[in-house]
């Protein structure tokens, strides 16, 4: 059973930086993507940033050239938030998405809050 653990969110002023890591537990050697979403209140749950088994990496239009996402280790996912803006404030949650044959299953950690504001 794959379990991943956000930790790090905080209170941050606009302007400044934040990592956010998630943790995981269990077999994720068939991991095909890795990522990054937020939900804010009152909003839909939306993609951030995704690291792909190949390498490959995608970002959302709000936070390219100021978050850069990484899997420094096969278990540990990183979110490196630069610039940060009273609108990236949301709850952030680690994605995990793997086969299991030919079942494609989405694994979610509990979520970490980035607030930003002075």
């Known amino acids: 059973q794959v379990q991943l653990v956000e930790s790090g969110g905080g209170l941050v002023q606009p302007g400044g930086s934040l990592t956010i890591s998630c943790t995981a537990s269990g077999d994720i050697s068939r991991a095909i993507v890795m990522g990054w979403y937020r939900q804010a209140p009152g909003s839909v749950r939306d993609l951030v940033a995704t690291i792909n088994r190949g390498g490959g990496i995608n970002y959302a239009e709000p936070v390219k050239g100021r978050f850069t996402i990484s899997r420094v280790h096969a278990n540990t996912m990183y979110l490196q938030m630069n610039s940060l803006k009273p609108e990236d404030t949301a709850v952030y949650y680690c994605?995990?998405?793997?086969?299991?044959?030919?079942?494609?299953?989405?694994?979610w950690g509990q979520g970490t809050q980035v607030t930003v504001s002075s």
């Open positions: 994605n995990v998405g793997m086969y299991s044959g030919t079942d494609f299953t989405q694994y």
